[in-house]
C-alpha cells in the first residue's frame, strides 16, 4: 500500500520552530516532486513549497519565503519541511503530496496525499 504520512506538527508560540516530516512507505519518493500544502479553517488549501524530485527546483509561497526551507533525503525517503519564526497565520492543517511531474505537485493535483498534521501557532 503506499502512503504518506506527516508528523511534526504540534502548538508553538510565535517566533518558533517545527519540523515536518513526510515518509512514504510502499514507494520511493526518488522520482516523486512533493509538495507541502496546508488549510485553515474556513480557507482555500494553498501550496506552501515544493521540490523537485532530483531536489534541484524548489519554491516557495511569498509569505513563507526566507522562514521555511523544503529540503529531502533519499535515505531515508523523506521530505523534510523546517518552519522558523512562525506565525499565528501560519495555522493550518500541513499536508504532503507527491507526484512523478512537478508540475502536478505545483498545480495541486499530486497522485498521493498524506492525512495531514496540525500545526498550531499561539501564545
Known amino acids: 500500500q503506499l502512503q504518506l504520512v506527516e508528523s511534526g506538527g504540534g502548538l508553538v508560540q510565535p517566533g518558533g520552530s517545527l519540523r515536518l516530516s513526510c515518509a512514504a512507505s510502499?514507494?520511493?519518493?526518488?522520482?516523486?516532486?512533493i509538495g507541502w500544502f496546508r488549510q485553515a479553517p474556513g480557507k482555500e488549501r494553498e501550496g506552501v513549497s515544493c521540490i523537485s524530485s532530483t531536489g534541484i527546483i524548489t519554491n516557495y509561497l511569498d509569505s513563507v519565503k526566507g522562514r521555511f526551507t523544503i529540503s529531502r533525503d533519499t535515505a531515508k525517503n523523506t521530505v523534510y519541511l523546517q518552519m522558523n519564526s512562525l506565525r499565528p497565520e501560519d495555522t493550518a492543517v500541513y499536508y504532503c503530496a507527491a507526484d512523478r511531474r512537478f508540475r502536478s505537485v505545483v498545480d495541486g493535483v499530486a497522485e498521493y496525499w498524506g492525512q495531514g498534521t496540525q500545526v498550531t501557532v499561539s501564545s
Open positions: 510502499g514507494f520511493t519518493l526518488d522520482y516523486y516532486a
